[in-house]
């Protein structure tokens, strides 16, 4: 990725999560936002304000423009109308904040509006309240008639960012990007972000004239038009959200159908070739991976879909497998002939989706696949012409079983073990279960109680079929690339863990130019509970998007870490611990350590070493305020001090320091 020279717009290469990649190409591109803060997608907002704070000049050389309404409903009003009077426009929201703002989405695109909506895909309240990653939101929209792209990383993020812009003022038709929430959003990864000459030569300017892509459109506007319509033009007024009778209404929503919605797919496609012409990053409604010989496709959208292209190399290799993975990048229009093509004639395919509809007959993108697949078939079985001729034929024996799979709910851990049982599921010798959710037990394999043992009995005898709704996986193997680096953070909310965990990733970036993923385990809980930060890097990509099970080195800031947590799970053979401690002696800090944990230590042979942080920290802070947070940057040069990183990489210690002040004055100014 970005190493083809010779194309013009290969990228800039950084480190950022995905919030701050839909921002840097947004701030670039677009004239003005509404939006209203919620988690995940708050930082989107924030970082567009920031920028329009500081008098940021997008490529049309105008200022821009953030309104922060009274809530989502209003900021997407607010949006809809920026949109009207020809600006380049966006929005940021997630969870409640899309249902809120659900009804006033039909009118955008019935006013055939250009916007982009950027989502960071979150967990509706379906039994109680959580902020993580879900597609509820996301597929809550599905009827709106918005066209819906999902970026699968960072780099998708910003690329698709850019191309939505372009299909959108194309097709006269409002578009939605989404993201895992937090499992995206929040996560530092290595990417090529876009040049800022590459969005104004690929989208150009919104008062551009430009020839009017379609029949439709030249009907209304003629040969030429401005890229964005101004709908709203005090000096040439026109009607909009009139009120129509029964008379017109239902023609007039029956007619954007051939007249919009149907031009939406080949613009889309026409803006990924352009898209890649200039950056050589390819892109299509469906992105495939060693689908050609595969028997078993594993069908799914987002962050799951790096960790399913992982397994299935590592099935290939290792058990001869044969898996290819299919990215359901556009759902929206339903990219029913590409879904036809490649699915036809595989043993098995299973379809991972981040969100349970319990009442429907299947979930989203299984309802579609199916409905694909059944016209298909239609096409098999005509008589005469083929009823669907964009869509493949299928004769007997093309129909793939199809199998459906929740996982990852509220951002629900997802280990290579559940996504090689959704494989093992389908295997001639597996349950073959159609319907079931990854890596989660109805039922505890062994109880922990006698009376834990008789509730379970209840339940079991009440529903006996329950555990069929479960599938794990046979093994959990170790999938990140040769020469990684794995790191897991124990501190404390409020301590800097966030910060510090940033600065050592960035760091790693900057000196070694690896390839890096950093993800803090947010949770709900307040300031002064425990947190967790995982940190990798690699000379190679990283695509498995999971917590670490297998790392090298563990900083627990948290002195009290081993009362609450099994610090040392995971922890490889050989590796690095490092505790804040305030003991004298190393056989007092010795002693502090749980007889339990210290048997651990001792037959992993682990390499234990502490810090007092809270003392450093102390001695060299001005800012009292900033003593917890500094804390960490002690620990930051402890993990350097005694990890292997600085001998593998020919780190010399003056190196080292000037690349950590850099963070540290980027981070808190000098």
């Given at each position: 990725?970005?190493?083809?020279?010779?194309?013009?717009?290969?990228?800039?290469?950084?480190?950022?999560?995905?919030?701050?990649?839909?921002?840097?190409?947004?701030?670039?591109?677009?004239?003005?936002?509404?939006?209203?803060?919620?988690?995940?997608?708050?930082?989107?907002g924030e970082y567009w304000a920031e920028e329009a704070a500081k008098g940021h000049l997008n490529i049309s050389g105008r200022p821009l423009i953030f309104i922060e309404p009274e809530g989502e409903h209003a900021a997407a009003g607010v949006t809809a109308g920026l949109s009207m009077t020809g600006l380049r426009a966006a929005n940021f929201s997630s969870g409640q904040g899309i249902a809120y703002m659900?009804?006033?989405?039909?009118?955008?695109?019935?006013?055939?509006?250009?916007?982009?909506?950027?989502?960071?895909?979150?967990?509706?309240?379906?039994?109680?309240?959580?902020?993580?990653?879900?597609?509820?939101?996301?597929?809550?929209?599905?009827?709106?008639?918005?066209?819906?792209?999902?970026?699968?990383?960072?780099?998708?993020?910003?690329?698709?960012?850019?191309?939505?812009?372009?299909?959108?003022?194309?097709?006269?038709?409002?578009?939605?990007?989404?993201?895992?929430?937090?499992?995206?959003?929040?996560?530092?990864?290595?990417?090529?972000?876009?040049?800022?000459?590459?969005?104004?030569?690929?989208?150009?300017?919104?008062?551009?004239?430009?020839?009017?892509?379609?029949?439709?459109?030249?009907?209304?506007?003629?040969?030429?038009?401005?890229?964005?319509?101004?709908?709203?033009?005090?000096?040439?007024?026109?009607?909009?959200?009139?009120?129509?009778?029964?008379?017109?209404?239902?023609?007039?929503?029956?007619?954007?159908?051939?007249?919009?919605?149907?031009?939406?797919?080949?613009?889309?496609?026409?803006?990924?070739?352009?898209?890649?012409?200039?950056?050589?990053?390819?892109?299509?409604?469906?992105?495939?991976?060693?689908?050609?010989?595969?028997?078993?496709?594993?069908?799914?959208?987002?962050?799951?879909?790096?960790?399913?292209?992982?397994?299935?190399?590592?099935?290939?290799?290792?058990?001869?497998?044969?898996?290819?993975?299919?990215?359901?990048?556009?759902?929206?229009?339903?990219?029913?002939?590409?879904?036809?093509?490649?699915?036809?004639?595989?043993?098995?395919?299973?379809?991972?989706?981040?969100?349970?509809?319990?009442?429907?007959?299947?979930?989203?993108?299984?309802?579609?696949?199916?409905?694909?697949?059944?016209?298909?078939?239609?096409?098999?079985?005509?008589?005469?012409?083929?009823?669907?001729?964009?869509?493949?034929?299928?004769?007997?024996?093309?129909?793939?079983?199809?199998?459906?799979?929740?996982?990852?709910?509220?951002?629900?851990?997802?280990?290579?073990?559940?996504?090689?049982?959704?494989?093992?599921?389908?295997?001639?010798?597996?349950?073959?279960?159609?319907?079931?959710?990854?890596?989660?037990?109805?039922?505890?394999?062994?109880?922990?109680?006698?009376?834990?043992?008789?509730?379970?009995?209840?339940?079991?005898?009440?529903?006996?079929?329950?555990?069929?709704?479960?599938?794990?996986?046979?093994?959990?193997?170790?999938?990140?690339?040769?020469?990684?680096?794995?790191?897991?953070?124990?501190?404390?909310?409020?301590?800097?863990?966030?910060?510090?965990?940033?600065?050592?990733?960035?760091?790693?970036?900057?000196?070694?130019?690896?390839?890096?993923?950093?993800?803090?385990?947010?949770?709900?809980?307040?300031?002064?509970?425990?947190?967790?930060?995982?940190?990798?890097?690699?000379?190679?990509?990283?695509?498995?998007?999971?917590?670490?099970?297998?790392?090298?080195?563990?900083?627990?800031?948290?002195?009290?870490?081993?009362?609450?947590?099994?610090?040392?799970?995971?922890?490889?053979?050989?590796?690095?611990?490092?505790?804040?401690?305030?003991?004298?002696?190393?056989?007092?800090?010795?002693?502090?350590?749980?007889?339990?944990?210290?048997?651990?230590?001792?037959?992993?042979?682990?390499?234990?070493?502490?810090?007092?942080?809270?003392?450093?920290?102390?001695?060299?802070?001005?800012?009292?305020?900033?003593?917890?947070?500094?804390?960490?940057?002690?620990?930051?040069?402890?993990?350097?001090?005694?990890?292997?990183?600085?001998?593998?990489?020919?780190?010399?210690?003056?190196?080292?320091?000037?690349?950590?002040?850099?963070?540290?004055?980027?981070?808190?100014?000098?």
């Open positions: 990725m970005g190493k083809n020279n010779t194309f013009k717009y290969p990228g800039k290469r950084v480190a950022l999560d995905g919030n701050t990649a839909a921002i840097m190409c947004e701030r670039e591109s677009t004239d003005a936002a509404g939006a209203y803060p919620i988690t995940p997608s708050t930082q989107m659900h009804e006033s989405l039909y009118a955008a695109v019935g006013k055939r509006l250009t916007y982009v909506l950027n989502i960071g895909a979150r967990a509706m309240t379906k039994s109680t309240l959580n902020v993580h990653a879900g597609h509820d939101d996301y597929h809550a929209i599905d009827d709106t008639g918005f066209f819906q792209m999902f970026a699968k990383n960072a780099q998708h993020v910003a690329d698709l960012n850019i191309i939505a812009h372009k299909v959108a003022e194309l097709a006269l038709n409002p578009g939605i990007v989404a993201q895992d929430g937090f499992l995206t959003t929040h996560l530092i990864e290595s990417l090529m972000i876009p040049e800022r000459e590459l969005i104004e030569e690929f989208l150009g300017r919104p008062d551009d004239i430009i020839d009017t892509p379609t029949g439709a459109q030249k009907i209304i506007y003629g040969n030429k038009r401005r890229r964005i319509p101004e709908l709203w033009d005090v000096d040439n007024p026109v009607m909009a959200g009139i009120v129509q009778n029964q008379d017109a209404y239902m023609q007039s929503v029956a007619a954007q159908r051939p007249f919009f919605f149907d031009h939406i797919k080949d613009l889309a496609e026409e803006a990924f070739h352009d898209f890649y012409e200039l950056t050589g990053r390819k892109y299509s409604r469906v992105m495939t991976y060693k689908v050609e010989d595969a028997d078993y496709l594993i069908v799914g959208q987002g962050s799951v879909v790096p960790s399913a292209e992982v397994v299935a190399d590592y099935l290939r290799k290792t058990r001869k497998i044969k898996v290819g993975v299919v990215n359901l990048v556009m759902f929206r229009p339903f990219p029913a002939d590409l879904i036809s093509k490649v699915l036809k004639g595989r043993k098995g395919v299973v379809v991972l989706e981040r969100l349970d509809q319990p009442l429907a007959g299947d979930q989203p993108m299984m309802r579609e696949i199916r409905s694909a697949l059944n016209k298909a078939q239609e096409n098999g079985v005509a008589k005469k012409d083929k009823p669907y001729p964009e869509l493949e034929t299928y004769k007997q024996g093309d129909m793939p079983p199809l199998y459906s799979g929740s996982f990852g709910m509220g951002s629900r851990d997802l280990q290579p073990e559940g996504l090689i049982g959704a494989i093992e599921n389908m295997l001639p010798d597996g349950d073959h279960k159609k319907l079931f959710y990854l890596s989660i037990d109805f039922l505890r394999k062994n109880a922990f109680t006698p009376k834990q043992e008789i509730y379970q009995q209840t339940i079991k005898d009440a529903y006996p079929e329950i555990g069929k709704l479960s599938v794990r996986g046979s093994e959990n193997p170790n999938l990140m690339p040769d020469g990684a680096i794995t790191v897991r953070f124990h501190s404390v909310g409020g301590w800097g863990a966030i910060t510090t965990g940033k600065n050592l990733a960035m760091t790693l970036f900057d000196l070694l130019g690896y390839h890096i993923k950093a993800n803090p385990k947010y949770g709900s809980e307040k300031k002064g509970q425990p947190t967790t930060y995982y940190l990798s890097a690699a000379p190679e990509p990283i695509r498995i998007n999971c917590e670490y099970y297998y790392v090298d080195v563990v900083l627990s800031p948290d002195p009290n870490v081993f009362k609450h947590t099994n610090a040392l799970a995971g922890l490889k053979e050989g590796g690095v611990f490092i505790i804040q401690s305030d003991q004298e002696t190393p056989e007092q800090m010795w002693e502090s350590i749980p007889k339990n944990y210290q048997k651990i230590i001792i037959e992993r042979n682990i390499k234990i070493f502490y810090i007092d942080g809270f003392k450093i920290a102390r001695e060299e802070a001005t800012d009292p305020e900033l003593q917890l947070r500094m804390q960490g940057i002690a620990f930051q040069g402890a993990f350097f001090a005694a990890s292997p990183v600085m001998k593998q990489a020919g780190l010399n210690e003056k190196t080292l320091l000037k690349a950590i002040e850099d963070q540290l004055e980027h981070k808190f100014g000098s």
